[in-house]
């Protein structure tokens, strides 16, 4: 059986946990593959929603395994938090596995996060300020801590203390800020490590062993193409790799092994955050769409910038992806609408460009080239067979399949666990 990839496609928040939670029944395992709790994903199961900031959507799903995988970085308490929240509403979550290489979030981690930012000005980059991008940075320098160390408290005091000598320096003399104690954050990381032992695992070996057997595992990103550390708007990015090639490193799943590559875009963009973002709205569409669809990030609370779809940047995703198949989410929030623009490519200086400018410069330069389609001003959110859509909304969906240069498998048409139409089936 496959390993299948669920990747965001354009700038997060596109609605991957309602996959997620689609296929999970189905699935063995559903495995968190990158980012940290900077990423939310919400799941609705009859009258309950669910909001997730680090936990697999999958933990939903009663008969699959959720794991946390290395690639992840991990505050402790955010996730016990997490999971006693879902205790108290009655999900068990004991069946989450966590690897012990994943990368450890610290109190010191979050302190930088946030004084760098505000030090910034108007220059920030608009970060969540949870710690996430110090904490990827001292794995790419060799100085993190990872959720192993736990295991071995002689070795996690002396990484803590070897990381504090340069973080000390640049918190006191750039920031004025006072010295972190070497004692208080092992006492801190260590007050997480009995309750979290039993959940340890090298979750590499335990994912390739299910697939040799010929189980399922479904691989979920958080945020979204566009904020690839390599492949997003740089520098208005996240720390990671959200992109399918983040999965394999994410999991220690060898490429050779994923079957399917599921791309989630919203029938219309949306954004949170810096950066630049061609077809935002700053007019009463760009409300209706806000407030029809729920617009605010998931984690951090914030009004998602929000515009009409953006064909160029669906491409892009396809391409850097390999993406097999779209999941189409919200669709139904465009039935508000008369007729609905959907941008086919960009003006840039005066230059018709119909992909994804190379440079920086160009894409905060680019301005949208719009196509018009008509609305259906009917409310789709009952329908449950693309047969029985307005004509007009089936022409929508067939138009954004073309642009995109990927087959439409399923569309989201409401936030209901079932409000969901599948063209092709997801599972091979």
């Excluded at 050779?256 to 949170?272: F, H, S």
């Excluded at 410069?361 to 789709?380: C, K, M, N, Q, S």
Aim: with cysteine; net charge negative; hydrophobic share 35%.
């Amino acid at each position: 059986m496959p390993a299948i990839v669920i990747v965001g496609a354009q700038w997060g928040d596109e609605g991957k946990g309602k996959a997620t939670d689609l296929l999970g029944g189905r699935a063995d395992y559903v495995v968190r593959y990158q980012g940290g709790n900077n990423a939310g994903h919400t799941v609705v199961i009859g009258d309950a929603r669910f909001a997730l900031h680090l936990l697999p959507s999958g933990i939903l799903s009663p008969t699959c395994t959720p794991v946390i995988g290395n690639g992840v970085v991990v505050d402790l308490e955010v996730l016990f938090r997490e999971m006693d929240g879902l205790i108290e509403r009655g999900v068990d979550p004991s069946r989450l596995v966590v690897s012990a290489n994943a990368h450890i979030i610290t109190p010191y981690g979050v302190t930088l996060d946030k004084v760098t930012e505000r030090f910034l000005g108007k220059a920030k980059i608009g970060t969540t300020g949870r710690g996430i991008g110090p904490t990827y940075g001292d794995k790419m320098a060799r100085v993190g801590i990872r959720i192993q160390d736990l295991l071995d408290p002689s070795i996690l005091e002396r990484k803590v203390e070897g990381a504090l000598v340069n973080k000390n320096q640049v918190l006191v003399k750039v920031f004025n800020r006072r010295a972190v104690e070497v004692d208080q954050v092992v006492e801190h990381l260590l007050s997480f490590a009995e309750r979290l032992t039993p959940h340890i695992a090298d979750t590499a070996l335990l994912l390739n062993a299910a697939l040799d057997r010929g189980e399922t595992v479904v691989l979920e990103g958080g945020q979204g193409t566009l904020l690839d550390v390599d492949h997003g708007t740089y520098p208005y990015v996240t720390s990671s790799n959200p992109t399918a090639g983040g999965a394999c490193t994410g999991s220690g799943i060898g490429p050779t092994r994923i079957d399917r590559v599921l791309g989630i875009l919203k029938a219309y963009t949306t954004r949170v955050g810096e950066g630049p973002f061609p077809t935002e709205l700053f007019d009463g569409d760009g409300e209706t769409l806000r407030t029809i669809g729920g617009e605010v990030g998931v984690t951090t609370g914030r009004d998602r910038r929000c515009g009409w779809f953006d064909a160029p940047i669906a491409r892009y995703a396809t391409r850097v992806n390999g993406m097999t198949d779209i999941f189409l989410t919200k669709l139904d929030v465009l039935s508000a609408f008369d007729e609905i623009p959907v941008c086919v490519g960009y003006d840039v200086d005066g230059s018709r460009v119909d992909e994804v400018p190379t440079t920086q410069t160009e894409f905060h330069h680019a301005r949208p080239v719009y196509e018009v389609l008509p609305g259906w001003r009917t409310d789709i959110s009952g329908v449950r067979d693309f047969a029985d859509l307005p004509p007009s909304c089936q022409s929508y969906v067939r138009f954004l399949e073309e642009q995109s240069g990927c087959r439409v498998s399923a569309i989201g048409v409401g936030p209901d666990r079932d409000a969901t139409l599948v063209r092709n089936d997801l599972l091979p």
